[in-house]
């Protein structure tokens, strides 16, 4: 499955073969190019920057690197390699062949799900594009762009989903990918964390360490699916999600080992005298993790779901790595969920399995969120320091589900409406932290410099040193 590079749409789908998919996709081109151009990262697309770009889908060498403009990229479409005789693994159609076309009944719910998906992808885009002038050094102002290309690349990804497989209306959801904005008041992103302004180098360190791994989560849920194209473009997707959270997982590091080098040196934990020092204090870090996380675990979806239920029974949308588990039939058994009584107290009730799939999802990505949380608290640890970085409860500030709207303490106890606000208001960042980090926000664009908030990385991309030029500014 070569990749086409002479084609004017890379792909490995045959595009030559469909004209009219063909036609219709490059009549969309133009759209994306024009949407790149002014909502996408501001101040740089004249400038060489050192991308991968996805060349081949097999596990080894899929990648190739090199300087390019960002507009020049090559967007393309890319699916996984297909498997024969490939079944359904999971829900009431076990075991039959996968689709390769879309089945009446479920077009809906396919459609909805993937313009859902589609739509985070230029929504991230639209939320870091002013980032880069503000870059801690060309090493990460070279992650960034590499992130947002792929974002692009997967709005692709969704996109020749929508015209190879939905006629007329998933062409008008095509257009629509790009007519909708992060933050518009009038034509919004659909999912609530993807208007959320990423204005600060900390906020996409944290976006790219939650809300990233909500898109890996939701990838490896649509991985399984059984309609085959949009299986095999969720897995070719996952390969390129990893390096986001990379970003995140080591950039979030970066700013804990920095600050704990500082702590040393000054023999101090005192949020002002560090602040003096140009660091990011642990308490504030803490509090963008609470603003983050409990944003993105709405992202999941309500914890009993029958549009959650269906998407499983129909074999539309399964759980992560869903081959892991043991019953992937589940309409036997039941979930055990603790949900507010509605008298300041908690009750537990049983959900069948397939309404808790969202619930499912939602737990085993909070425990992955929690294994990066312990590497940045073993850098605490390793230097004598006794703070610790923690997640919230998931049912603290949450909008959707059970616990949407309840007020509970960042433990999830639930506390009265009158105390909430101001419980709030110490748990996440306040103006004062959002201006001091903002305050740090100057670019370091020196080959090998680093901004004073954040170490170095341990090594360079692809090989080269850190003061390498990842982004040719002259
Ligand atoms: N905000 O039955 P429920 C990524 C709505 S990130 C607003 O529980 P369901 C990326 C819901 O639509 C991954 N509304 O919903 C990361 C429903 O409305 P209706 C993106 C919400 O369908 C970084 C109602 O509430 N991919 O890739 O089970 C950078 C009842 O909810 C929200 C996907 O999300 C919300 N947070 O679950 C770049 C995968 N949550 O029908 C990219 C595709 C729920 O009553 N999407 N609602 O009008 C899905 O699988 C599902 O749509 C959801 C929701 C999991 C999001």
Known sequence: MAIDYSEKIPNNVNLADDRRLQRALEHWQPGYLDWWNELGPEGFQAKDVYLRTAVNVGADGWAHFDHVKMPDYRWGIFLSEPKPEQ??????????????????????????????????????????????????????????????????????????????????????????????????????????????????????????????????????????????????????????EAHHMFVGETGIGRIVERTVDVMKDLRSDDPETLRAAGVIDLPLLQRYVNFWFSSCLDLFGADQSSNAAGYFATGVKGRPDEAKFDDHDCSETIEVLEVPDGNGGVTTVEAPTRNAMNEITRNLYVGDCQRGVDRWNKTIQAAGFHFQITLPSARFRREIGSWGGVPTDLAGNIIAAEAYGGHLASSLPSDEDRAYVDSLMKPVTEPGKMAGWIAAPRRGIHGHPLDYEYVKLH
């Open 87 to 240: 079944t359904i693994g999971f829900g009431d159609e076990m075991g039959k062949p996968v689709w390769q076309e879309v089945p009446g009944e479920h077009r809906a719910a396919l459609r909805r799900l993937i313009v859902t998906q589609g739509d985070t992808e230029p929504a991230s885009v639209e939320q870091q594009r002013l980032l880069g002038l503000t870059c801690p050094s060309l090493y990460d102002l070279r992650n960034l762009f590499q992130v947002n290309v792929e974002e692009g690349r997967h709005l692709w990804a969704m996109v020749y989903l929508l015209h190879a497989h939905f006629g007329r209306d998933g062409r008008e959801e095509a257009e629509e990918l790009l007519h909708r904005h992060s933050g518009d008041p009038d034509n919004p992103r659909i999912l609530g964390t993807f208007n959320e302004p990423i204005e600060d180098w900390l906020s996409f360190f944290m976006f790219t360490y939650f809300t990233d791994r909500d898109g890996k989560y939701q990838l490896k849920c649509l991985a399984g699916s059984a309609f085959d194209p949009l299986a095999r473009t969720c897995q070719f997707m996952l390969t390129e």
